[in-house]
């Protein structure tokens, strides 16, 4: 596991929790790997999910820190979502 994927794990895990009941959602961190988050918690996967987000390593710790909005970083073209755009949303609020 890259040290980006780690730290995206641990981070996801301390705002998600337990897990997300609401759908599979996968980040996609380019040349890194994927962190999937489900009902059954938060992990290293890159196997499809309903809803899928990528973007590059600085925009995904941006957005994990808090630094950056998800929606601000989908409208600017640095986080790109294919899938269940709703389940993002759902999943923006919870990140904050």
Request: charged share 30%; aromatic share 4%.
């Amino acid at each position: 596991m890259s040290t980006i994927v780690d730290m995206a794990v641990t981070a996801l895990r301390e705002k998600i929790g337990d897990g997300f009941d609401d759908g599979s959602i996968k980040f996609v961190i380019e040349d890194e790997g994927a962190v999937r988050i489900d009902e059954s918690g938060v992990k290293e996967d890159d196997s499809d999910a309903d809803c899928t987000l990528i973007a590059d390593a600085d925009t995904f710790q941006d957005i994990l820190s808090g630094e950056l909005n998800p929606t601000s970083a989908f409208m600017g073209g640095k986080l790109k979502i294919e899938g269940d755009m709703g389940l993002a949303m759902k999943l923006g609020s919870v990140l904050g």
